[in-house]
């Protein structure tokens, strides 16, 4: 596979879309914290600078504000960076948003190590397993532009709050347009495979596509399927590649704590235990650093995830674990 990088950044696709949609519905309407032109959604503000909203830097003002606009009938859709959308806004969220029932949709974007040399300060570790503990949120993380626009109108369509987990830059090609059963709640198998399931979000799709790779070198194949819905999450597709496989592997942009190495876990507990790596950033902090060099700093790259995932079928192969 050819790992080329998409012509334009993802935030940009993601703005073309709220202004896209706007045209169609009146009811859209999105509100910021003082990052309207680093996120690129100055463009809906230009065409709809009545249904543009900036708070300044105050995000969980953003999210009441958000909850407000949402009981009046429209639908908002809020954005900061990550860190910002879960930690510093989750009582808000789980509050105004949530319990009280109002249709919010918030995007967080640059997650995980993908803050690069904004540091760890900035570095949202922790955002899916915040999200995740809050009841009815659905938690999308887009691979590339192609799958943010196949189901951005599904995003759209639920009526309950929704956290679109964002990376900003020019996204990593993986579906080239042939692929067309898009759907929240069910994952994608990009390569079947019989020895290991690995499990996989967002920009460690690319790593463990090339993990797969170097496994079939050693006579190991790789079942690579993306979970791009975390929450909820397709546990029917998880069991089903186990059974088949035997064990699992999971890869993510963030902790292994509470994010899709933790639901993938309890989903195999519940129904169909069997032996798993997590590959994620391991109960630590960020660091200041380049993608490239914070995936291998973390042990998160794709020779990482060959690595787990060849340990795990020797052992199954000895009969342990």
Known sequence: MIYEREERPLKEVYSDLLVEYGRKDPRIVIVEADLMKSGSTDKFQQEFPDRAFDVGVAEANMICVAAGLSLMGKIPFTHTFAVFASRRCCD????SVAYAGCNVKMCGSDP????????GTHMAMDDVGIMRSIPEMTIFEPVDSRQLRAV?????????????????????????????DFRLGKGIVLREG?????????????????????????????????IHTIKPLDTRLIIESAAKTGCVVTAENGSI????????????????????????????????????ELLNAFHMAAEDIAAAAAELVRNKEKGGL
Not at 92 to 95: F, L, S, W, Y
Not at 157 to 180: M, S
Not at 281 to 290: E, T
Request: charged letters at 20%.
């Open 257 to 292: 704590y509470n994010g899709l190495g933790s639901a993938a876990a309890e989903c195999l507990a519940e129904h169909l235990p069997r032996p798993m790596k997590r590959i994620g950033v391991q109960d630590c902090f960020g660091q200041i650093g380049h993608v490239e």
């Open 194 to 226: 019989s020895d290991v399931t690995i499990l996989s979000s967002g920009i460690m799709v690319a790593e463990a596509l090339k993990a797969a790779e170097l496994l079939e070198k050693q006579q190991i194949q790789a079942e690579i399927i993306n």
């Open 152 to 180: 951005f109108p599904q995003i759209l369509n639920l009526e309950t709050p929704v956290y679109i987990r964002l990376f900003r830059p020019n996204a990593t090609r993986i579906f080239t347009g042939e692929e067309t």
């Open 92 to 95: 808000q969220i789980n509050q």
């Open 112 to 119: 995980g190590i993908t803050t690069e040399l904004n540091g």
